[in-house]
């Protein structure tokens, strides 16, 4: 990367990093393009630019005239992982959205009100990730495309309505669930004779938990399970345990954290690139820029599980919140 490149330069590749539509990125890169200085020094990165611009470019045109995806279930994914919001009518998934993202989905006590997904980003710690608003989860009422949205998603929040019979509604999504060949990762076992499934990581969202008064109820409705569940008593209304719910997703994404550390430099601690667990120096070096995947040597690694600043190989397994300096 070159080093002389200006302030400009920086502002608007941050915010190419956290574009959400190819039209923002496209309309990002070429800004980043503009505020690079012609140089020598400067060919490989403005080539590098110019490279993803068409690509970027390509995607888009490809998409369009294919008419995009046909499926209003697809969502593309976006941010550090996707979280569907999945359960019966009227459960509380839209208040959801509405409390913990910028998305504005219609919040209504009639039935069936959300008609198709809705992303939406929610912030936690120096991360976004995405949360996906469905229509209800119901025998009747489902379209097929929603088991197709829930099967690629990283992670499922299974929301029941702790006043309106939560039980029964856990027990029916779990059985459309199962018929669609989709297994909460936690009872996997059950599903042994199923070569089709997929298992997704599972929160179960006990909704409308507003405040103490409703914590018996929700004792004596975990005492009624047969099951050991992940539950979460929650309220959409008054935001109560949304915190924890938002700590709760996070090793559920399987991914982990790193801030790169510009040599002499203080790494930029506000900034994780953020990779699948099990990824390696070099894997970071791949996203953080061209030039350093292809000519990484080693790098040097301040975490929990290397000394400080521990010399270490492309091969090093990093760790969640690890600090590297890549050397070339
Ligand atoms: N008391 C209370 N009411 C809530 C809470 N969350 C949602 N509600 C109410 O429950 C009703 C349904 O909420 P929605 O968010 O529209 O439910 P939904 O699951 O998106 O429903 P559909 O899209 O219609 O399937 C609305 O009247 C909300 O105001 C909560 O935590 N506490
Ligand atoms: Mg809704």
Request: hydrophobic share 40%.
């Amino acid at each position: 990367m070159p080093t002389n490149l200006p302030p400009d330069y920086f502002a608007v590749e941050k915010r190419f990093r956290e574009a959400q539509t190819s039209a923002e990125k496209i309309a990002l890169l070429e800004e980043m393009i503009s505020t690079v200085p012609k140089h020598k020094g400067t060919d490989h990165l403005r080539a590098d630019l110019r490279r993803q611009l068409s690509r970027l470019k390509d995607e888009s045109q490809a998409s369009k005239k294919h008419g995009g995806h046909s499926s209003i279930f697809h969502v593309d994914k976006e941010g550090a992982g996707q979280v569907v919001v999945i359960g019966s009518t009227n459960v509380g998934k839209s208040a959801l959205l509405t409390a913990l993202t910028n998305a504005e989905p219609e919040v209504s006590p009639a039935p069936y009100t959300t008609r198709k997904p809705l992303p939406g980003m929610m912030p936690w710690e120096d991360i976004q990730v995405q949360l996906v608003d469905t229509p209800a989860m119901e025998q009747e009422y489902t379209e097929v495309g929603l088991y197709d949205l829930v099967r690629h998603a990283d992670v499922m929040l299974l929301m029941v309505d702790l006043q309106a019979d939560p039980l029964q509604q856990l027990e029916e999504t779990i059985s459309l669930l199962a018929d669609h060949h989709i297994a909460p990762r936690h009872l996997l076992k059950r599903f042994a004779q199923d070569d089709k499934v997929v298992d997704i990581p599972l929160i179960v969202l006990v909704n409308k938990c507003d405040d103490e008064s409703m914590d018996e109820l929700f004792t004596l409705c975990c005492e009624f399970l047969e099951d050991e569940w992940p539950l979460l008593p929650i309220s959409a209304l008054t935001g109560r345990n949304l915190e924890r719910m938002k700590s709760r997703i996070y090793p559920l994404l399987d991914i982990i954290r790193v801030y790169a550390k510009p040599h002499w430099k203080e790494p930029d601690l506000k900034r994780p690139f953020v990779l699948k667990k099990g990824s390696t120096v070099i894997d970071l070096a791949r996203k953080v820029h061209r030039d350093f995947y292809e000519n990484l040597k080693c790098a040097r690694v301040w975490g929990s599980a290397a000394f400080e600043g521990q010399m270490v190989q492309r091969d090093y397994i990093l760790q969640d919140r690890d600090i590297v300096e890549l050397r070339i």
